[in-house]
């Protein structure tokens, strides 16, 4: 650090990301990325031209892929920002709403109390039930932002969206920002409630169902008055936060969605699987509606199985919070894979046992 930096910044904790191996060689069950290339239509999407036409700036209105997304949505395109992962709408979200504090979870994505401290919101955590799950009573009537992550990460919890609207409701002036980065995995969206509340930002991703973490593509659907407030901030930050090779990969991907939805249906269908083989393995597995699985064994420590499956080339993520460092999160990678994984689990228990 230098002497240079702003006094504000100099306490940050900054996020620390999963780990990006450099090889190909683990089996990558550690970011809730897709195990799945993006749709053949969407790797056949850029040509020589697009490259050459990197020259030029991207289009800061964004206003083709806006309008795919408006129709996939059944919204307006004025509803949808886009922004350079969702991670930035969550910034901009702390930037713009966070004035009269903030509350999210205690066990939530590691990124919020990032973006709190990085803006000066004052934050309240809030714990989950001892099942691990939310408490929507919690935010009722709250006056401040709020953040929910449905499903939650990296617990894969879902609630139902009466229990969400009940909080979007009952605090008319301030936002609630619903992270939406896993619902295709079977959660419910609160996109539908968009048009009736003007506190609701939904905020979704490329980077998990759409198969493209690596291009760097979120977008929020939201009331139009929170939808301006954000181009403000973008108009004010980085024009052109979505580059030209994103956004037409980003086009293809809206115009592929059959492809995605199958995809997402297999990664259920593997999800599932793999918590009932965990569990006959006497892992205690949450329930979950993203892809990914948290779960816990009695008989391993938690960052020992991680260590040890790191060990056999197979990487999931340990967190070091101390409500859940006997878990691990791991996410839904193909029928292989997970047959793999299980193997590995199975080998390392009955190492434990000897
Ligand atoms: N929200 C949640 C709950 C996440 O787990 C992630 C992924 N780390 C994000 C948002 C951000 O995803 P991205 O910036 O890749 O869109």
């Not at 939530?108 to 099942?131: C, K, M, N, Q, S």
């Not at 002036?173 to 609701?200: H, M, Q, R």
Request: proline share 4%.
């Amino acid at each position: 650090m230098s002497r240079f930096l702003k006094e504000q910044y100099k306490s940050l904790e900054v996020y620390t990301p999963g780990e990006q191996p450099k090889d190909t060689q683990y089996i990558k069950l550690n970011t809730n990325e897709s195990p799945y290339p993006p749709a053949p239509s969407v790797v056949e999407a850029l040509g020589k031209q697009d490259v050459e036409n990197l020259r030029l700036y991207s289009d800061p209105t964004l206003s083709t892929l806006k309008g795919k997304l408006a129709a996939l949505y059944g919204v307006e395109s004025e509803n949808i920002f886009l922004s350079n992962g969702s991670d930035d709408i969550l910034n901009f979200a702390f930037m713009a709403f966070g004035q009269k504090g903030a509350l999210f979870p205690d066990i939530t994505y590691g990124f919020y109390t990032v973006f709190a401290e990085l803006h000066a919101v004052e934050y309240e955590e809030i714990p989950l039930r001892e099942d691990f799950t939310i408490d929507y009573k919690d935010y009722l009537n709250k006056n401040k932002l709020i953040v929910i992550a449905n499903p939650n990460a990296p617990t894969g919890n879902s609630r139902p969206l009466e229990e969400i609207e009940e909080i979007i409701r009952t605090n008319p002036d301030s936002v609630v920002v619903i992270d939406e980065a896993y619902v295709d995995f079977g959660g419910t969206s609160a996109c539908k409630l968009i048009n009736k509340y003007e506190n609701l930002l939904t905020v979704r991703t490329f980077s998990k169902s759409r198969s493209m973490a690596g291009a760097r593509l979120g977008y929020a659907i939201g009331a139009k008055g929170l939808i301006d407030d954000l181009m403000r901030l973008k108009f004010s930050t980085n024009p052109y936060n979505i580059n030209r090779l994103t956004t037409t990969l980003g086009e293809a991907t809206a115009d592929a969605e059959d492809y995605y939805m199958e995809k997402c249906k297999e990664i259920i269908r593997v999800r599932e699987y793999t918590a009932e083989k965990l569990k006959g393995l006497g892992f205690e597995v949450l329930p979950s509606k993203a892809n990914f699985l948290f779960a816990k064994s009695n008989d391993i420590d938690g960052e020992k199985l991680y260590k040890e499956l790191k060990a056999r080339g197979i990487l999931v993520r340990h967190f070091t919070k101390e409500r859940i460092c006997q878990f691990n999160r791991i996410t839904i990678g193909t029928q292989e894979q997970m047959e793999q994984f299980l193997l590995a689990a199975e080998e390392i228990l009955k190492g434990e046992k000897q």
